[in-house]
């Protein structure tokens, strides 16, 4: 995952969500989970900061997106309680998504500043471009 | 709970992972509840080996399996918040079991990388070699 | 402090830390001291994306560069001590640098991945750009 | 960074480290930092599980051997302070060693319970079987 990959990744999403109307903190994060690059977008919520860089950390941390994640994760999932876990850096709502390369899980792509519908769509386009 | 029994339970655990064909954090801990030894397996999740060693840390912190832990701790459940203790180390979630030796729980065993079943399977396979 | 700003600081000073060889992480963040973007050029080091971010913060935080802060935040100084404060977010040493508009500090630069000399070079050619 | 060359940087040390009569924690990351295996030996401090997993991060947060850092990051040097980043992982005494092949960090070894001198001196010769 180079610098130029986040930043195409990066692009793409964010042309997403300018589409949508919405603006975003986009983050991506390397093979070893580590941040490689991060925007927020004019306007986008302070508090999505953490939340875009984390919910790219826990793609990559399980090479699962954060929408499934959620799934296992509610009341009586069988990963309920794992937010917890890892210093308060795991994110069990929508707009993480591991990034394949000859499918192998390389990095992944954070975003968060609206519903996660939106976060989602965002993330899939960014996705997209890798 | 020396470092050769901690090597063995691991050992017992990572066959079983290797038979199931899931790369596993598997992590042992002492009657202290310190770790003794960690070892990640090739292609594992790196957001596991957090989750193993804590949930090795809770099945001897409370002297019960992680798996019966996760039925008490669910929404209104009696013990629901307690993943909110211990600065983020309690897991309440299967795959943590305690090691006994003479009746008596001396350590504990944490597998994280897959499924609920198949950690608590690997758990206890390593328990059983201890 | 818009998105287009911090990336305008951020190319000048990549462009100055591709001259002088020395991959880095550099971090812009806003008048509330909260992350606009962040890059890590290819290379640089893991353990420096906190830090840059910490530095820009740090910059912004009181109004300083860190170079001048590391002064006055040795042992015997009259800030010493203060690297303890706010949670861990207070770099005390070169790379920090705030962004004035009109005079008033809307921002900050937060260079890491080199020597002293060497970010803080980068840091100022960033905030050239401003 | 496998699991079998964790095991064989470990075994190296535990050599060594019996060989000079005291017990270690010995940690072993990979390139993004990540743990890959640890083993505390029997007697070894449990103040130093921590220590040994972080000063494996530090030598790979930033290349270096923490023997190194430490004399960058003494008071009046020029990373004073560096050691209140990353959350507290980043450690400022002997005992990290970065892990190079071909040249590159791919990860780093990590040596707590004695000494600065003997765990260099363990970290050492973990670092020369990799």
């Known amino acids: 995952m180079t610098l130029a990959d986040a ?11 300018t589409e949508i109307g919405q603006p975003m903190n986009i983050a991506v994060v390397d093979e070893g989970g580590n941040l490689v690059s991060h925007v927020r977008m004019d306007g986008a919520w302070i508090g999505s900061i953490n939340i875009a860089i984390n919910k790219a950390f826990t793609a990559r941390a399980f090479d699962i997106s954060t929408k499934d994640l959620a799934k296992l994760s ?51 386009a960014g996705a997209a471009a890798f």
């Open 7 to 17: 930043r195409r990744v990066i692009a793409a999403a964010e042309k997403k969500a």
């Open 74 to 124: 509610q009341p009586g999932g069988e990963f309920f309680g794992i937010h917890e876990s890892n210093h308060g850096r795991i994110m069990v709502f929508a707009g993480g998504i591991p990034l394949r390369r000859n499918g192998k899980v390389v990095g992944a792509i954070g975003v968060s500043g609206g519903m996660g519908a939106q976060d989602q769509a965002v993330a899939e």
